[in-house]
């Protein structure tokens, strides 16, 4: 039952993701969106210091944190919210979830079969090339069907 709801959350998250993936997202200026937007409306650095409550050195600071990607999360909602603006933060997986999931399980049996194939080979035991992947493959499926913990 566990398993079912697993699947049906990773689906979920694959389609949600997927868009995501797919999408075209505009680079990151590299004065920082704060100052690119600050500075696209017109506004000093004083007058943004003033509406978020800091000196207009601090500003500079924070601009200088974001573009140098050590900012965080919150003091970067807190100067989306003063721009009127949303943050909009997500981590986008370079492919799909089930795809990391299955080469993640092949590599472990690949990881798990390696030493016996290698012992095998030494005693003249080896396996057919074809028998080898298929054991491969049903390993791999094993792994995936168990608890997806073991994985990691």
């Keep these: ?7 049906l959350r990773l ?8 868009k995501l993936r797919d999408a ?3 680079i990151p200026p590299s004065i920082s969106w704060v100052k690119a937007i600050r500075e696209s409306l017109g506004m000093s650095a004083s007058r943004l210091a003033r509406k978020l409550g800091v000196t207009p050195h601090s500003i500079f600071k924070l ?3 974001e573009a140098s990607e050590k900012i965080t999360l919150a003091t970067l909602r807190k100067l989306a919210n003063v721009l009127d603006c949303e943050l909009q933060y997500t981590l986008v997986p370079r492919k799909p ?6 080469d993640r399980a092949m590599s472990l049996a690949l990881e798990r079969l390696r030493p016996i194939s290698h012992s095998m080979g030494l005693e003249d035991q080896a396996v057919e090339k074809s028998a ?3 054991q491969l493959q049903l390993l791999a499926k094993e792994i995936l069907d168990g608890p997806r913990r073991n994985l990691w």
Excluded at 12 to 18: H, K, N, Y
Excluded at 97 to 102: T, V, Y
């Design 1 to 7: 039952m566990k398993k079912k709801y697993a699947n």
């Design 11 to 18: 689906h979920q998250m694959d389609s949600t993701l997927g």
């Design 24 to 26: 075209h997202l505009p």
């Design 63 to 65: 601009e200088k944190a």
């Design 97 to 102: 979830l089930e795809e990391l999931l299955e």
């Design 132 to 134: 080898s992947k298929k």
